[in-house]
């Protein structure tokens, strides 16, 4: 079975430039979640769907920060413009549903890097 | 969700037991006690979870103590590819949002 897949895997930008993230869930799983790690810290929630609605989103910045899981599969993640301290990883996860007696399955991640 | 507390590293050699603690002295009746690693440039992945009773898998084992106040998560035979940040979790299961909440987690570090 394909895991989380995501990519790029690395992307380099200068600040104030628009970058964006692509995530492919594990097949049939219906919640998708993207995560911010900064170096040293753990993941941080930022935006969770369950199919195409996002029902949780409270830690997104939405003045830059918007995504999108259009036909509630794979989902894209968006900064417009990045910031230097945007510098980050990017996880991608996934689950069956949404309730807590469902296993997250994560991606490796975009590693975000602005200059 | 209850907070936990781990040391930020630790150091093991090769083929000795791992024993990674962790303190959740304010968890719920309610609140499980899940562990994940995340080995370097990877994302996280699922170890092993428990709510009071002692928990072995295919990865591990995780002791929980009586009061439900720590737990220690063991690898009998580490070897160097376990060389990961560990983190501990407590979160309701079953509840209505599969929401983890990581903290810094220890850095185990095995030695050749």
């Known amino acids: 079975e394909a895991g989380v897949v995501q990519s790029p895997r690395y992307k380099i930008i200068e600040k104030k430039q628009p970058v964006a993230f692509w995530c492919n869930p594990i097949?049939?799983?219906?919640?998708l979640y993207w995560y911010l790690q900064n170096l040293g810290q753990g993941p941080e929630l930022l935006i969770r769907?369950?199919?195409?609605?996002?029902?949780?989103d409270s830690q997104l910045p939405k003045d830059r920060f918007s995504a999108e899981r259009l036909k509630g599969v794979d989902s894209t993640l968006k900064i417009q413009p990045a910031e230097l301290g945007d510098s980050a990883v990017y996880l991608c996860?996934?689950?069956?549903?949404?309730?807590?007696?469902?296993?997250?399955?994560f991606g490796p991640g975009t590693r975000l890097t602005v200059t | 969700d209850a907070k936990t507390t781990q040391p930020p590293s630790m150091d093991c050699a090769e083929g000795r037991a791992a024993n990674l603690p962790c303190n959740h002295s304010?968890?719920?009746?309610?609140?499980?006690v899940y562990w994940y690693r995340q080995i370097h440039s990877q994302g996280p992945q699922y170890i092993i979870h428990?709510?009071?009773n002692n928990e072995t898998n295919e990865m591990a084992s995780l002791i929980i103590t009586e009061d439900r106040k720590s737990s220690t998560l063991i690898l009998p035979h580490a070897t160097l590819r376990d060389t990961a940040v560990y983190y501990c979790?407590?979160?309701?299961?079953?509840?209505?949002?599969?929401?983890?909440?990581f903290g810094t987690g220890t850095l185990l570090a095995v030695q050749p």
């Open positions: 979790i407590v979160r309701a299961f079953g509840g209505a949002t599969n929401k983890l909440i």
């Open positions: 304010t968890i719920s009746g309610n609140e499980y």
């Open positions: 996860a996934s689950s069956l549903g949404a309730s807590g007696t469902y296993e997250q399955y």
């Open positions: 769907y369950e199919n195409e609605e996002a029902v949780d």
């Open positions: 428990g709510l009071k």
């Open positions: 097949s049939g799983h219906n919640t």
